[in-house]
Every structure is written in C-alpha cells, then in structure tokens.
C-alpha cells in the first residue's frame, strides 16, 4: 500500500457485483491511474478474481474466515483470496465483527501469503492492542457515523487526533479513519489531521456519479499532501 490511500468498501450494495462492480472498478482504477494516488477497492469475495484480472489498483476481500484448510463448508479462506487474485483483506469490520484471537490469525495468515491487512476498529483506543498484532493498517470508525453522511471529521475530529497519536507508538503502523466520509473536504481535512488515509462506502456506492466523488476525494487528499510538505 502507498500513503495517501484511499479504501473504497463496496460492502453488498447493489453495484458491488456483477457488471456494475466491474465498471466501477474500472473507473476508480482510471482515477488511480490518471491521479497516481492509491486507491484500493475491498469488493465480494465473488468479484475478486473477475476484478482483479481487469485492473491494476489493489483488490482487496471484505472478510475473511479465520478457519483452517478442511471440513468448514461456506469458508473463504486467506488462501482462497490470494489465489483469486486479492491484494489483501478487510479485518473485524464493524458489520462483520471477528475476536480477537481471529484477527491475530488471519494477520499471521495473510502476511505469510503475501496479503496485507486493514484491521477496523470501532475506537481510538485500539489502535494500540491491535497495532501490536502487526496489520499494515487500522481504519477506525466510530460505528454510529457509518452511512450517515455525517463524517468522522467533521463529528468526531478528537477520534482522528487520538489516534493519530496512537499510531505513533507502534512502528511502522498505518492509520485509515472512516464513516460518513462524503466530501473532499472530508478527505482533505482527515488526512491533515494525521490520517494516512480514508475508508468510505456509501458516498461512493449510492453515487450517480462515482468516479466524480472519487475524483474529488482525491483532490482533497492532493491538497492536504501537498500543504503538509509545503508546511501551510
Ligand atoms: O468501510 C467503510 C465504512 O464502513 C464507511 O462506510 P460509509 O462511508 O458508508 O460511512
């Protein structure tokens, strides 16, 4: 993963499969292309493999179950989405919560295939004993903004600033925040709180027009590097 990110989630909305989520892949791959800003899009297990074959951003799995190769009937495993082509994958999500000893595994899994993992956490003071476990990222959102429209930064901007200084304590550590992300302005001010990214569904997903918000997502992300190594 490159910094700034951002996390597209297509979680089951009508568009995340089939031809649409194919198309809509291709225009945030566009956008990626075109902005050189990291995007990663987190599609159905069903799509990976068709997906990933046609873009060059990361494909990333939504879920994956922490159970070991044999007799689990129904189970996507982390060896499953790696050879489906997936770059890596969702973690505990807070619409598919996992234990703990389950986050440990599929971290340890997938590092050991190649995969990386986004861990979510529903608050700042995880950041910590889940960092330690040693995922690449934490996304943190606080669960009541998720779908809202009403964004992390502009509601809970200290959930941000908290963490941004969790972070700090674990080495090597990314941060993604989310929930209710809709707006550049959103992006821009997420990332100049010390995010290394954003994680957002809806906005994009319940969009006429996708590739415009992701377009603008972008922009914002831009504006907030490029004042961060101007020092404005
Ligand atoms: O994974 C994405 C998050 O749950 C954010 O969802 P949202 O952008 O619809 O609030």
Do not use: W
């Amino acid at each position: 993963m490159k910094f700034p990110i951002l996390i597209i989630n297509f979680k089951a909305y009508e568009n995340s499969y089939g031809e649409k989520a194919l198309q809509l892949s291709k225009s945030i791959d566009k956008v990626a292309r075109e902005s050189g800003i990291e995007i990663v899009v987190a599609v159905p297990s069903t799509m990976i493999h068709r997906i990933s074959k046609e873009v060059s951003i990361p494909v990333f799995a939504q879920h994956v179950d922490a159970v070991p190769e044999g007799a689990h009937t129904g189970a996507v495993t982390p060896e499953m989405i790696k050879e489906a082509g997936a770059a890596g994958t969702l973690v505990n999500h807070s619409e598919r919560r996992v234990r703990a000893d389950e986050i440990d595994d599929v971290i340890k899994r997938s590092r050991r295939l190649g995969l990386e993992t986004i861990v979510c956490v529903d608050r700042y003071e995880l950041v910590v004993p889940i960092g330690l476990l040693g995922p690449d990222a934490i996304l943190v959102e606080p669960p009541e903004l998720i779908g809202t429209g009403v964004s992390v930064s502009r509601a809970r901007p200290e959930v941000i600033t908290n963490a941004v200084e969790m972070v700090q304590k674990v080495k090597g550590l990314k941060l993604i925040v989310g929930a209710g992300i809709s707006t550049g302005d959103d992006v821009y001010t997420s990332i100049k709180l010390g995010a290394h990214g954003i994680g957002v569904a809806s906005a994009v997903m319940k969009s006429k027009d996708p590739s415009k918000v992701v377009r603008e997502f972008v922009e914002g992300a831009k504006r907030a590097v490029s004042e961060r190594i101007t020092g404005t």
